[in-house]
């Protein structure tokens, strides 16, 4: 039997295709020469040879050349702080900081009152220092930086006493231990898995001691048999001793969100005014702004991490800086963040406003699909209060012949792409991460999805 991929026309053939050419109209010819070549590549790998319409392929791949890989979606799986898509939407304000920044020269470095060069150190300081009570604050690329930045200023080839119960790994398969190692202080464990107390920290001070460090569990939960010192305690040790604490709380909560439910998740401010020397959390989770890292602490302590060489390799970009202190300034009216920080409102949904926004996603939603509201619940995701319950109200699609993996498949390809759960054999949207805005766009994408299947649908 004759291979058919001994048959495959040349690059320049393929090129002079009348389909083909026409895409030199609209792409650079580089980029329509790269995809033709894939194109071929790809069929002289395959068994089954050449593909049906090459034209086809060949503008698929072009497409996936000339495209953005960075895209918005609309995220319809009711996990607020979603990693995978970006965490935390940014308030209107960020935008808007975001583009005046953006779109010409800004002050990032230059003193308009002096007419000299300033420092960016300086973007963000006073705000973090209002809102959590700190002496002083400075901002980072982000909260795994803010901690390497904070161990080496404090505790360069000395010992940093951390519980074993806190020896986690974060998200991008992180661990502690070796970001502590990275930073060039040595680990020194104390306690046990569940079990730590101030006399473990305590009995293991000695003159090699240059920190403690205690990091929130944040993506997980320990109950039962458990132990912690309370945060006053492991104060007064440090204190009584000379040595700092560091205090690392993860998600940048800034207020208190136990009225919704949402209770048990460490707060910046309490975290200050318990003694931490450093408190250190991330901007673009709880809080709501930008991937950041924030340190907020003792005027000595902080001023030691701005002058720290790792300072400069570990520092925010202008647009991060823009959109972290328009995000903070929101915080000066705890009612106007609560409404206008796209994770704080989407937190604090209540469940009569999910099931009207339900009913109202599913009358957009083609009638094919059979669009049922039925409860369920969201995520607040980001390692942020994991073992919290958000009630919610879904939207249920039957997906039919096209089978809800294949439906939610069509869905993540179309333009915008729709991010959707798939459960008990049905697509599944969640309107609390979805703006009403985009319920049409739904629609139109669950109707485009519909049509690219040919008519697959429930009999």
Not at 301 to 328: I, W
Not at 410 to 436: H, Q, S
């Amino acid at each position: 039997m004759t291979d058919p991929r001994r048959a495959l026309p040349s690059v320049d053939h393929l090129l002079r295709e009348p389909a083909i050419a026409a895409l030199l109209d609209g792409a650079p010819r580089d980029a329509v020469v790269a995809a033709v070549r894939d194109t071929v590549d790809a069929a002289r790998r395959r068994r089954a040879g050449p593909p049906e319409d090459w034209a086809d392929e060949v503008r698929e791949r072009l497409t996936l050349r000339t495209g953005r890989s960075l895209r918005p979606v609309l995220n319809a799986t009711g996990v607020v702080l979603h990693t995978n898509l970006g965490r935390a939407p940014l308030a209107r304000a960020a935008l808007d900081a975001l583009a005046a920044v953006g779109a010409g020269y800004s002050t990032l470095e230059f003193d308009l009152h002096a007419g000299v060069r300033g420092s960016r150190a300086d973007h963000c300081r006073a705000l973090l220092s209002e809102l959590t009570g700190a002496e002083d604050g400075l901002a980072v690329n982000n909260a795994a930086g803010g901690l390497v930045l904070a161990l080496n200023t404090s505790a360069v080839g000395r010992e940093v006493l951390i519980s074993r119960g806190e020896l986690i790994e974060i998200g991008g398969s992180f661990r502690i231990p070796e970001i502590l190692e990275k930073s060039g202080a040595r680990l020194r464990e104390v306690g046990t898995t569940n079990r730590t107390h101030l006399s473990d920290y305590r009995s293991a001070l000695s003159g090699e001691t240059g920190a403690i460090l205690t990091v929130h569990r944040s993506n997980f939960e320990q109950r039962g048999f458990v132990a912690t010192p309370a945060p006053a305690e492991i104060a007064e040790l440090a204190a009584g001793t000379g040595v700092p604490w560091l205090c690392d709380v993860g998600s940048g909560l800034l207020i208190d969100l136990a009225p919704w439910g949402l209770g048990g998740e460490p707060r910046v401010p309490d975290a200050v005014a318990a003694g931490a020397a450093v408190v250190i959390f991330s901007g673009d989770k709880l809080l709501g702004g930008p991937q950041a890292g924030c340190l907020a602490g003792r005027r000595e302590l902080v001023a030691g991490c701005r002058a720290n060489p790792l300072a400069r390799a570990l520092r925010a970009d202008k647009l991060t800086l823009a959109a972290l202190e328009a995000t903070l300034a929101l915080y000066r009216d705890p009612a106007l963040a609560l409404t206008e920080i796209p994770v704080l409102a989407m937190l604090t949904r209540t469940p009569a406003e999910l099931a009207a926004q339900a009913g109202r996603l599913a009358a957009a939603c083609p009638a094919e699909l059979h669009p049922a509201v039925r409860p369920g619940e969201s995520a607040v995701g980001g390692g942020s209060f994991p073992g919290a319950v958000l009630p919610t109200t879904l939207v249920a699609l039957d997906a039919g012949g096209l089978g809800p993996d294949g439906l939610a498949l069509r869905l993540r390809l179309g333009n915008p792409p729709v991010v959707a759960r798939v459960g008990d054999g049905r697509v599944l949207l969640d309107p609390r991460t979805l703006p009403p805005s985009a319920y049409g766009e739904i629609g139109a994408a669950l109707r485009h999805a519909l049509d690219l299947a040919g008519g697959q649908r429930v009999p």
